[in-house]
């Protein structure tokens, strides 16, 4: 026998002894009851995971680790679990102690292409010193308001900076909830005639193969970015086997775009009554509504309406419907990363196939549609498919909600044409350039949509003419820049949101946005090795944000390469304008 071993063996057993409670973080009691509070008498579900953290993190303004612990306890889940969950969102504030920040008011300042167009980045610098040590100023991606840059957050109140006094009331005041504004409600929507098309579809009048038969015949495409045949959608759902579920994508990430909000905070049951038709086709038994967290005042009224529907529902037996609150993970507007989000995961993009028409949701057929797709439903079916269809303009079809932000005089949701060009969407529905800028450049399609120079302003904006130009419309996000910006700079501002948004599951995206960023910040350019990057990251990445990250950098290098050949804004910093 080794008698060295015999010392070593009598002290750990001698420190088992001593131990009073077992390893790892332990669960206060006082904790845990205040934690099963905060979530309510209903029986705890392992799909609101992400829903809890909201709860806690609104009461706290923070997820102290001590309550993530508690709530593992409660939910029955390893502390691990919970805690890699909590810490994939951004907005999330994990900390050791509850008196860490709780009692700091946060002010988010979005440091996107359009916000630092006007100024963003002055701003982040000036407001601490403006609004003292007791705010805390944080730089963040794009929160959907890019028609008011720059937009500032307050808590749960966004807002435009020309509404600086609100922002001022709101940082030392108790004016920090958003306030949703006015819309149509679920009375007057009825008196319009609404939900008139459903109804008709519940009570027999309208059969599921004529509404996807109409559907089809106008050309409805998915609107989120992907463009894939609304009608055929459905009946690709409608022949998997049942249960079937229905998730809606109302987590609008892309930079610059802002047209789902638009059309909700306005009229929401036009939306609410599309999506209940396209649940009835597919027969989906519950529909999951998954809202941007930004969103705070769009979120308030959107419960107040569905409990109103609830009351008064149009069609007898009418599906589930949950909303769910995003989180700020840009990668979950990728529709199988948001059906992770929903059932309390992380958001991390599956490999395909299966697809989640046929295994979606808790492993069942899902129907996923973006907000904006089903927003048009009940006019197709009311006006007709030949009516949408023969809105279009230089040989394309249908209509298209483009957000425009940017150096024009109207900046907002312009309802245009599909096929308009730049050209024309800035002179008959922007009011022009800006006093001073004269047109150099424009993102078609959001920050993975590619840049375009203003020589390219005549090409038809939609599905399937840009992409000879290396560019896509995607979301329809239109941002205008000018002489006074820099493409270069650009690709930076993009690239570094890319850098921030990756979720790290797959190396060419987690690795390859985080060495593109590197290289666009150097006063000259590596264009081979760019260009190299940029195939790997566009071959190899699992989803659609690795394989597009590459475009404004690519697209730079075709259509400015005078930027990148001398040092005129190697010295400039890494936001949109020079």
């Known amino acids: 026998m080794n008698h060295a071993i015999i010392p070593i063996a009598k002290a750990v057993d ?79 504030d994990v900390v050791d102690s509850e008196n860490s ?42 929160i959907g308001r890019c028609e008011q840059a720059p937009a500032v957050a307050v808590g749960q109140h966004e807002m435009g900076w020309a509404n600086h006094h609100e922002i001022m009331e709101a940082a030392f005041g108790q004016h920090t ?22 109804q008709e579809c519940a009570q027999g009048k309208r059969s599921v193969e004529s509404v996807i038969k109409t559907l089809s015949s106008s050309g409805l495409r998915g609107l989120g970015g992907a463009g894939f045949p609304a009608g055929r959608k459905w009946a690709i759902v409608r022949e998997q086997p049942a249960p079937r ?21 306005r009229n929401p049951h036009q939306f609410l009554e599309g999506m209940l038709i396209a649940a009835w086709a597919v027969q989906a038994s519950t529909v999951y509504i998954y809202l941007r967290d930004e969103y705070h005042a769009c979120r308030a009224m959107l419960q107040a309406e569905l409990a109103a529907l609830n009351t008064q529902p149009p069609m007898p037996n009418m599906p589930t419907i949950e909303l769910r609150r995003g989180a700020g993970a840009y990668i979950c507007g990728e529709e199988s990363a948001m059906l992770e989000s929903i059932q309390g995961k992380r958001g991390l993009p599956r490999l395909r196939p299966p697809y989640v028409a046929q295994v979606g949701l808790f492993k069942q057929p899902t129907l996923v549609h973006n907000f904006e797709t089903l927003y048009w439903v009940p006019t197709i079916l009311n006006k007709g498919a030949e009516w949408f269809a023969g809105q279009g303009r230089h040989g394309r079809s249908g209509l298209r909600s483009f957000s425009v932000s940017g150096r024009v005089n109207k900046p907002g949701v312009h309802l245009a044409p599909a096929g308009i060009t730049l050209k024309e969407l800035i002179a008959e529905y922007c009011g022009g350039m800006q006093p001073g800028h004269t047109l150099y450049g424009y993102l078609p399609g959001g920050a993975s949509g590619g840049i375009l120079p203003a020589r390219l302003a005549d090409v038809p904006l939609d599905f399937d003419t840009l992409q ?68 790997v990251m566009r071959n190899a990445s699992i989803c659609g944000l690795g394989q597009a990250a590459p475009n404004p950098v690519d697209c730079v290098i075709r259509y400015f390469p005078h930027e990148i050949e001398g040092d005129e804004v190697a010295n400039s910093p890494p936001g949109a304008a020079t």
């Open 177 to 198: 909830q958003a306030l949703p504004p006015p819309y149509v409600d679920l009375a007057h929507y009825y008196a319009q005639g609404g939900y008139r098309h459903l």
């Open 14 to 92: 001698s420190a088992q002894q001593r131990r009073s409670q077992p390893k790892g973080r332990q669960v206060d009691l006082r904790v845990q009851a205040f934690v099963r509070e905060c979530l309510g008498p209903q029986t705890l579900r392992r799909d609101l995971l992400i829903e809890y953290f909201h709860l806690l993190h609104d009461r706290l303004g923070c997820l102290p680790k001590t309550h993530l612990a508690a709530l593992a306890e409660c939910l029955g889940l390893s502390q691990t679990e919970v805690f890699e969950v909590a810490t994939f969102y951004h907005h999330f």
């Open 101 to 142: 920040i709780k009692h700091t008011l946060k002010v988010r300042v979005c440091n996107g292409p359009a916000c630092c167009m006007a100024g963003a980045e002055t701003l982040i610098e000036k407001l601490p010193s403006l609004l003292g040590s007791t705010v805390r100023v944080q730089p963040v991606p794009c």
């Open 468 to 535: 000879a130009h290396g560019c896509f419309i995607g979301s329809a996000a239109i941002v205008v820049f000018s002489q006074a910006d820099s493409a270069v700079n650009m690709a930076r501002n993009l690239m570094r949101f890319f850098v921030h948004e990756s979720c790290g599951q797959c190396t060419p995206c987690r690795a390859g946005t985080a060495k593109a960023l590197a290289l666009v910040n150097q006063p000259n350019w590596n264009v081979p090795l760019l260009t190299e990057l940029g195939d």
């Open 245 to 265: 579920l229905m998730a809606v994508n109302i987590d609008e990430g892309e930079p610059g775009t802002f047209k789902d909000r638009t059309h909700l905070e």
